[in-house]
């Protein structure tokens, strides 16, 4: 009697587990609501920026959605399919991110303005991920780009630290069952926004986002054939350059590598005319 009592226990709480781990919205509809209504794509939708002024109005729907992020416990995360995980993170950087931006908007020029001279914005502890209090910094190289974990660049054009100088914030939330289109959606028009990625022919350099300057060691791990930069730009030679000459030079490699500097200012859409 008393073991039938302990495995019907021991099946309950195995069921109140799995409840919880099934009842999360890995549609993410809360952030893509809010992403919907308030990211203002522009330069042919391969740029946008964030209506701050109109999103904060709805701080209370966007905390909601944080605390639904908060209330997932790293049990039930180990239990998610891969996918399902990375759309996860990146959803929540991006969030917190916004959230961080909004504790202070409108009194800043940019993200780093909430830093200091000790501490920059992205190793504050301002929130609780998977049972631990986190800083943006965890969540992005501690979890997402933690060796085995992912081991995909394509992250780099996924979480956005709010500033000009970031790929676009996507007007939708990522989902597992669209991650992989939309990282490779998001690559392409993070290299093809000219203000941040292009082929000058005249030159013959190829100037690029200081993003792969730092994580270039990333696009190093054969993830789906980003094996290094030169074929990462070469996959992408269509979006960098305008003429089937210059496309062919991007592919071939033939062009002197250079980065252009990160603008840090805040991606505002009242601020760039949104």
């Keep these: 009697m008393k073991l039938r009592t302990l495995l019907i226990g021991l ?9 919880r781990a ?29 209506d701050y002024a109109a999103l904060k109005n709805e701080r209370v729907a966007l905390q ?4 639904s992020l908060s209330a997932v416990g790293e049990t039930d995360y180990g239990k998610w399919s891969k996918p399902q995980r990375l759309a996860f993170l990146i959803n929540a950087y991006n969030a917190w991110t916004v959230e961080l931006i909004l504790t202070k908007y409108p009194d800043l020029e940019s ?6 001279v000790f501490q920059s914005p992205w190793k504050k502890k301002f929130f609780s991920l998977l049972g631990q209090e986190r800083t943006l910094d965890d969540v992005e190289h501690g ?12 992250i780099h054009a996924a979480v956005v630290c709010a500033s000009i100088g970031c790929p ?5 939330s990522f989902t597992a069952e669209k991650l992989d289109v939309q990282l490779d ?20 350099r190829l100037l690029v986002s200081k993003i792969f300057d730092w994580y270039g060691k990333d ?21 960098l350059a305008v003429t089937p000459e210059a496309q062919a030079k991007v592919l071939s490699g033939d062009y002197r590598l250079e980065f252009l500097d990160y603008d840090w200012k805040l991606n505002d859409s009242r601020r760039r005319g949104g």
């Design 185 to 204: 959606d998001g690559m392409r028009r993070f290299l093809a926004d000219t203000s941040r990625n292009r082929f000058d022919a005249a030159s013959g």
């Design 111 to 116: 993200i780093k303005d909430l830093g200091s």
């Design 219 to 239: 696009f190093e791990k054969g993830h789906k054939g980003y094996d290094s930069l030169k074929t990462t730009f070469g996959r992408h030679a269509a979006q």
């Design 11 to 19: 099946f309950l709480v195995a069921s109140a587990t799995l409840v």
């Design 64 to 67: 909601a959605y944080l605390a």
């Design 143 to 154: 979890l997402i780009r933690a060796p085995g974990a992912f081991d995909d660049p394509r």
């Design 22 to 50: 099934q009842s999360f919205d890995h549609n993410h509809a809360a952030w893509h609501s809010l992403l919907g209504k308030h990211v203002k794509p522009f330069a042919g939708g391969n740029a946008s920026a964030v």
């Design 168 to 172: 676009m914030l996507r007007a939708e």
